[in-house]
Every structure is written in structure tokens, then in C-alpha cells.
């Protein structure tokens, strides 16, 4: 009798140790973003190794459709943290809130959620976590790949850089979304760090361009029909960048080297698109945002939860404020 419970039991048991491994699931704001598509891509093969299959949802930039995904994830598997890029970072609010309810951790990448939201009660300020990059390092490293190409500030109103001889820097920007905190602190920093090395900066022309190679092609058309006089282009990520030369390729002399022909053009994220096009000499320079690290800590911080597995100590590459992680990421030229 005794044999015949222990055969009862067993498979009981084993199936409540299979249920109990619930796969992690990231809701991202739009599979179609390259930088956000690889760092997905990274998280799902570090918790691969784990024994782990990561579920995607793709909210296609709809806020709507995310609640959506969320809501159906929370009633199938409450506790279960959840991966979030979310699409407006103002509805972290009532993501929070619901994840509250559930007891269910959220960890944010990407876009940060406004800091109070995430530390105005104590299960929140034990159960939502943010994972991103260091913009204002990013920012910032733009400035100084852009100082070290243009030589001394001093020296910069007699240079063959200032092409109008007025003695200022001209700059276009092209920016991300309005409401993206990595999209406000790059343009910020980029540009109070030029004029701390001593450029005179006169900002000239700032486009919205969402993140898209599209939009930045069609808004450096307008920047060249008008005949703007653009010194310096400081754009928030690759992509954007990457239309802005796709733009100026079907306009250059081949005889004449691109960046002496037009301008030097910055991007942030260090796509293999990006790095590429420093190597052939289209884009000055890029930022590195780092999506092995990234997703390195998301996932540490997902199997402690999970797991319990201790937190790594981080260097000095990662800033750490409370649960919120910052990746300062490199900056990339010809030169590295």
C-alpha cells in the first residue's frame, strides 16, 4: 500500500515542479527597432542557458495593445515578473498598479518610468526595477567624439569646419520621441557638453524623427533643400543617422570624401549598421548602448527574483540608484 501512494504522489509532484517554472515574458514596444530587437534577442539567450524560453509580445508602438498583452500575462501567470519596454512611459503608472495587485515584479528597460511612481510605496520600491542605458554619458561622448574631430574650440572660427567663418558651431538635431527620457538627455548633454569644451553652439534646426531611418531621411532632404548651414548633425540613435546619409549618399561627388563633403554626423546605439558605416566613413561616430550588459543585468535581476540567485557585483561601468541600472556603454570611431 505504501508502494502505491509513493506512484501516486510522484508524477503530482512533478508536474507541480513543471508548472512552477513559469517562462519570462517581454512585452516590447516595437520588434521593428533594431536596437530593442537585439537586446531582446540577448536577454532571450542568457535565460536560455537557464533552462529558460522567453515569450515576446510586440505592442507595434500601440499603448493600447500592451495593456492588452499585460493584462492577459497577469490573469494567466500572477507573480510571474514581467519584461517591460513599454511603449509611453507615462502609463507606467497603471502598469505598476495593476502589477501591485498581483504581486507581480516589473522590471522596465529601456524607458524609464518617472521615479515616483516606482518609489511610492514600499512594495514598489521593492518590486519594480528599471534596466537602461547612461544617456547623459551618451550624450556627453557624442561631444567629445565631435571635439577631438574638430580640434581645439579656440581654434575653430578660423578652421575649414566653420564653413560660414562666423566663428559658431552649426548644429542639427535630429531627436527621438518628445516623451523618451534617453532621447531628452542625449540632446541635453550633447549640447551643454559642447559648449563647456568652448564651442559656441547655435542650434540651428531640432526634428523629431521617432527613432526612424525614414523620417530622418525625409527631414535631412528639407535640412539640404533649404540650404541650412549644417557644421554638425547629433542625432539620438544609428538609424536616425543612418537616413540622414542615406539622404546626402545620393547627392555626394564619390571623388570627395563624405564627412569633408557635407558634415560629421553622430549617432548612438552601435548597430552593426552604425559601426559600419564609421568604418566606411559616413558617420563620425556612434555611442555603444550596450544590450549584452543590459540584458545581462536584466536577466540577473529576473533570476534573483525567480531563483534567488545572488546579484553579480558590477563595475564601474554600470551606475546603480536604488533598483534603477544605468550602462554607460563606449564610444566608437574609426580609430576603435
Known amino acids: ?74 490573469e494567466l501567470n500572477p507573480k510571474n515578473p514581467l519584461i517591460i519596454n513599454v511603449v509611453d512611459r507615462l502609463s507606467a503608472s497603471m502598469i505598476i498598479e495593476k502589477a501591485e495587485k498581483e504581486d507581480t515584479p516589473v522590471l522596465f528597460i529601456n524607458r524609464e518610468p518617472l521615479k515616483e511612481d516606482c518609489t511610492k510605496n514600499s512594495w514598489a520600491k521593492e518590486n519594480i526595477y528599471y534596466v537602461g542605458a547612461d544617456s547623459i554619458y551618451q550624450g556627453e561622448a557624442q561631444s567629445e567624439i565631435a571635439s577631438t574631430y574638430f580640434g581645439e574650440a579656440s581654434n575653430f572660427p578660423s578652421s575649414r569646419f566653420d564653413k560660414n567663418s562666423d566663428g559658431k558651431l552649426q548644429v542639427a538635431l535630429f531627436r527621438g520621441e518628445l516623451s523618451h527620457q534617453d532621447a531628452e538627455n542625449r540632446s541635453k548633454y550633447a549640447l551643454e557638453k559642447l559648449r563647456t569644451i568652448g564651442f559656441e553652439v547655435d542650434l540651428i534646426n531640432v526634428s523629431y524623427c521617432d527613432w526612424e531611418k525614414s523620417l530622418a531621411y525625409e527631414e535631412m532632404k528639407k535640412i539640404y533643400l533649404n540650404g541650412e548651414n549644417v557644421e554638425l548633425l547629433i542625432c539620438n540613435n544609428d538609424e536616425m543617422a543612418l537616413g540622414a546619409v542615406e539622404y546626402l549618399k545620393e547627392k555626394m561627388d564619390e571623388n570627395t570624401p563624405f564627412i569633408d563633403q557635407f558634415f560629421p554626423i553622430l549617432g548612438v546605439d552601435g548597430t552593426e549598421t552604425g559601426k559600419q558605416a564609421v568604418k566606411d566613413g559616413y558617420l563620425l561616430g556612434t555611442v555603444l548602448n550596450d544590450a549584452y550588459n543590459q540584458a545581462k543585468i536584466l536577466s540577473d535581476i529576473y533570476l534573483n527574483i525567480v531563483e534567488n540567485t545572488p546579484l553579480p557585483v558590477y563595475g564601474e561601468e554600470i551606475k546603480i540608484n536604488d533598483n534603477f541600472y544605468y550602462v554607460k556603454g563606449t564610444k566608437i570611431t574609426r580609430n576603435n
Open 1 to 74: 500500500m505504501k508502494n502505491k501512494t509513493n506512484l501516486i504522489f510522484l508524477p503530482l509532484l512533478l508536474l507541480s515542479c513543471g508548472e512552477a517554472k513559469v517562462n519570462p515574458c517581454f512585452f516590447i514596444y516595437d520588434l521593428n527597432d533594431n536596437f530593442m530587437s537585439s537586446l531582446k534577442d540577448e536577454f532571450s539567450l542568457a535565460l536560455k542557458e537557464k533552462g529558460y524560453e522567453v515569450t515576446t509580445y510586440n505592442a507595434s508602438r500601440k499603448q493600447s495593445t500592451q495593456n492588452t498583452q499585460i493584462g492577459k500575462e497577469l
